[in-house]
């Protein structure tokens, strides 16, 4: 890991400073927020695979050096012009969705996922690999008082991810729900599923898992090094044939697959008082800011096998 200063400034930050160069952590003037924007005093970011696209430069567009990060927990430091409904020192959150503008026709329609100008952090402005950050306050979402930093940052991301997916599955409780693989977002899945009053096949591979998977709520493990679970699936009565679809068939609208795209603030919203309410948390390695490479490096090689966050 490259270490570079520049000057005498008053906050630290973990920048990329070209596609694929090294962590380089590096001094900066704190920045100023502008009009419609908060400036955040950082607690805690989450380290998140999609922090490769900004690492390794495979996100199109992207001006370096770059700060990545998308699982940002603190609090208002100061607000930009015109900037109402927040308040300095406001525990919040920014995920993925750091931002859209409100004019494109997906936003006309509400549909803020698909903003043609969507911003994301650490991707289109700086993220939360440093000690202060500036976001827009269509990104923010305020933080439930009873979920630690550490706690909230993983849930702006994996937990929207796994929270989303669930509810708007069609799903109903005492439904059959099979969560495949039991790492950073798997172990959150299962614990929201859980809450959704499923019933919970965890799959995983290896028997180590199954303690774990059953502590976390998982009714039923099946290790699929020894089992095949689209049987075992069967055999519980809740499997269907997988769906075999060619591009042809999706272009002539004869087939059709349907996902959720990213969440927003208010599914943010949405997703961290669920956890709030019902004790889901993820688990979490930690490590100082000083240390992003090796939390990056750890989260990339699969070594953690649940979340890293960084503290400031």
């Known amino acids: 890991m490259a270490t570079t200063k520049v000057g005498i400034s008053p ?11 090294d962590f380089e952590i590096v001094e900066r003037e704190i920045p100023k927020p502008g009009p419609g924007e908060v400036r955040i005093k950082i607690q ?24 990545p990060g998308h699982e940002v927990v603190g609090t208002i430091d100061e607000l930009g012009a015109g900037v109402s409904g927040w308040k300095q020192e406001q525990r919040i959150g920014v995920g993925w969705h750091g931002g859209h ?14 903003c043609r100008n969507l911003k994301v952090p650490g991707i ?9 950050m500036v976001a827009p306050v269509e990104a923010l979402t305020a933080m439930p008082e009873s979920l630690s930093d550490v706690e909230a940052a993983p849930l ?42 499923y019933k919970v096949a965890a799959i995983g591979r290896g028997s180590e898992s199954a303690t774990l998977a059953k502590k ?21 009565g809740g499997a269907q044939v997988p769906i075999e679809v060619t591009p042809a068939q999706l272009v002539n609208g004869s087939k059709s697959i349907q996902g959720w795209a990213s969440g927003t603030p208010a599914d943010a919203q949405d997703t961290l008082r669920f956890a709030e309410l019902t004790g889901v948390r993820p688990m979490i390695e930690t490590y100082p800011l000083e240390k992003a490479a090796e939390a990056y490096a750890r989260m990339m090689s699969g070594q953690a096998q649940f979340r890293v966050v960084l503290t400031m």
């Open 156 to 197: 702006l991301c994996a937990g929207i991810t796994t929270y989303n997916a669930l509810r708007h599955s069609g799903a109903m409780p005492g439904d059959l729900v099979a969560v495949l693989g039991i790492g950073g977002l798997g172990h959150l899945g299962i614990q929201f599923a859980n809450k959704f009053g």
């Open 11 to 21: 906050m630290k930050a973990a920048q990329i400073p070209k596609p694929g160069a």
């Open 101 to 114: 503008d409100g004019t494109c026709l997906a936003c006309q329609r509400g549909d803020f996922r698909n």
């Open 124 to 132: 289109s402005y700086d993220g939360g690999y440093e000690q202060y």
């Open 44 to 67: 805690a970011c989450g380290v998140c695979h999609s922090d490769v696209f900004t690492k390794e430069g495979s996100w199109p567009g992207i001006q370096y050096p770059r700060v």
């Open 216 to 236: 976390l709520g998982a009714s039923v493990y099946i290790d699929n090094k020894v089992t095949n679970a689209a049987e075992a699936l069967q055999k519980l």
